[in-house]
């Protein structure tokens, strides 16, 4: 079945990537929020990610101004029911994403594969939710998605070949790779780089050199983009401190434990660039003080 509409539920960080980057692939979007405001944040993204791809000379006006226009926003779930594929990017909470996979299941036609965003959570304990385990996988994307280049397609123990095939397709016509990995925590990007950020964070701990210093190190001695505090910074602190707790959980690896500067910055709200202040410290628009 060739998909043609896609709807996506949440509309923040990662969910508006998603939407643009299924609009500027020709995909009819539409996105469900809880309220209006979610949306307009939702779009306000949307808007200031498509201008800095036609300021970077990466798409045209009139593409940007198309893509846009195939995004509809909505809070009711039900518009979502014409979708040959739903992408939840919800929040990472599993009661939270099994409630709207039930929901899902009951007003998508039984074709439609639903798929989850989610970076750590059982993808199976989403399709057991519904009446049709087969068409449930992972579709994982990364931030910032208008620009990274990787999907993982997440095979749960239940997903079909059919479904893994049609999610292949689509990741091809989003112009990204799609690389199939195993319903395990991480999948295959987190699975090695949480360990390597929370190992960043341990080294900070022990004075082994200031935040700057070791960012500056993985960025000319590996030419990695951006260093483990900017990164830790960008993907949010909150996010990876429950990334890490959902690993250590499952495998009792000293590895994977939260160290406690990771779990005290966050309880302190410094949450990196969202909130102002992680390893770094940013002005309101998101640009690093210092
Ligand atoms: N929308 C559109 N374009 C964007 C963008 C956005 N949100 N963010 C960056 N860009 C574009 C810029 O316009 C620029 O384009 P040109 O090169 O054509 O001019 C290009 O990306 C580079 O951006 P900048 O020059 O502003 O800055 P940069 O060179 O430092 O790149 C970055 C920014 C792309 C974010 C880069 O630093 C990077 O790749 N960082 C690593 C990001 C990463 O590792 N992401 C994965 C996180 S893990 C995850 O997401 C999964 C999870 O489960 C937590």
Known sequence: MAIQKVGVVGFGAMGSGIAQACAQAGFDVTVRDVDQAALDRGFGVVDGSLARLVKAGRATEADAKAARGRIRGTTALGDLKDSDLVIEAALEIIETKREIFAELDRICPPATILASNTSSLPIVEMAAATKRPDRVAGLHFFNPV????????????????????????????????????????????????VPYLLGAIRALEEGVAAPDEIDDAVKLGLRHPMGPFELLDYTGLDINLHVANVFYDEFKDPSMAAPPLLRRMVAAGHLGRKSGRGFYEYDEKGQRKR
Do not use: Y
């Not at 997440?154 to 997903?159: E, F, H, Y």
């Not at 091809?172 to 690389?179: C, D, P, T, V, Y």
């Open 146 to 193: 208008a620009v990274m280049q990787l999907v993982e397609i997440v095979r749960a123990l239940t997903t079909s070949e059919e479904t893994v095939a049609a999610l292949r397709e689509f990741a091809e016509r989003l112009g990204k790779r799609g690389i199939v990995c195993k319903d395990t925590p991480g999948f295959v990007v987190n699975r090695l780089l």
